[in-house]
């Protein structure tokens, strides 16, 4: 290839190179375009400092796109984000203590848990705290609220008062939040702060799951978590390439597809509508599973029923 490619037509021929393999060596580059690695270096600081990538050893991924503040990310993927939380509430269990992350994922799932779901859920996010307790939709549910300092960006609070406080729970599940999931680079959020509760949250809780927007699959951000072999479950799209999750299967994580709901879900021809009734997730992921107030049965409807 010709060396006398302009600077900015080489970065978006890495920009190019990064979306089609999902990530780029910087050694490869080099013998590619023959050009030093110093060159193809100060070409990946660059479109680090735009956020167009995210620098690693040897290299770059994609930059997640959930690296804004609330209003921002309440902005990205929301259809995918509220099919994540059905499916994830099918996993809470009566009786449960649950570890909730503070985001727009973990704020959707606690909207998502059925309104008789009798467990108790820990949370560092003032948000998901008043969205479990304000509206009155879950009575049965009780909230403990982490104190700290409260980082506006993400609305949780951080610091060494509620690192300290995590330290007294043992938790059943934890709902963790991330801005990006990497077989290799495993689980990483936007902030330094935000990580370190992240990781006292994890090594609370018997089991992990992480909930994964399209935008953060095969993304990094700057401040790593865990590896992600260290959590128990994903919760992916139902869409998602079968590639994009392999990595992440090879290191034993579970893969579970967040079925969206069918467009008539409150009046399908199952027998006609459903009055009362409040849908989620079918907790094998067969179906829709909708779940009656009042004591009611369930009805789990398989995917391959729902009409076009």
């Known amino acids: 290839m010709s060396t006398t490619l302009l600077t900015r037509q080489r ?32 070409d990946l600081r660059e479109l680090a400092r735009e956020g167009r990538l995210q620098r690693v050893h040897g290299g770059a991924l994609p930059a997640s796109a959930a690296i804004g503040d609330m209003a921002v990310r309440r902005q990205v993927a929301p259809d995918a984000k509220q099919a994540l939380a059905r499916r994830a509430a099918a996993l809470v269990q009566p009786g449960q203590v649950v570890l ?37 939709d879950h009575p049965h549910i009780e909230v403990i609220l982490l104190g700290g300092r ?19 729970v043992r938790a059943d599940l934890y709902f963790m939040g991330v801005t990006g999931i990497h077989a290799e680079a495993g689980l990483s959020t936007g902030d330094f702060e935000e990580a370190a509760i ?24 700057a ?19 079968a ?44 179906g829709i599973f909708f779940a009656f107030s009042g004591g009611g049965s369930a009805i789990d409807i398989p995917a391959t029923s729902w009409p076009a």
């Open 198 to 221: 992240k990781r006292a949250l994890h090594e609370r809780a018997a089991e992990t799951v992480v909930m994964a927007s399209p935008e953060k699959l095969g993304a990094a951000s």
């Open 243 to 286: 590639a994009n999750v392999a990595g992440l299967e090879a290191l034993g994580v579970e893969v579970l597809r967040a079925v969206p709901l069918p467009p008539c879900f409150s009046a399908c021809p199952f027998g006609g509508a459903f009055p009362g009734a409040r849908p989620g997730q079918g907790a094998r992921g067969r």
């Open 100 to 136: 909730l992350d503070g985001g727009t994922t973990t704020t959707a799932l606690a909207r998502a848990l059925p309104p008789d779901l009798h467990a108790t859920v820990v949370t560092h996010s003032p948000t998901i705290a008043v969205e479990l307790g304000e509206r009155g």
């Open 11 to 42: 970065q978006q021929f890495i920009l190019q190179r990064l979306a089609r393999d999902g990530q780029v060596v910087a050694k490869v580059l080099s013998e590619e375009l023959q050009i030093s690695e110093d060159t193809i270096r100060r």
């Open 150 to 168: 409260l980082f506006k960006h993400s609305m949780v609070t951080v610091g060494a008062t509620t690192i300290e406080a995590v330290r007294h």
């Open 223 to 241: 401040y790593v978590i865990a590896p992600a072999a260290e959590i128990a479950t994903l919760i992916v799209a139902a869409d998602t390439p």
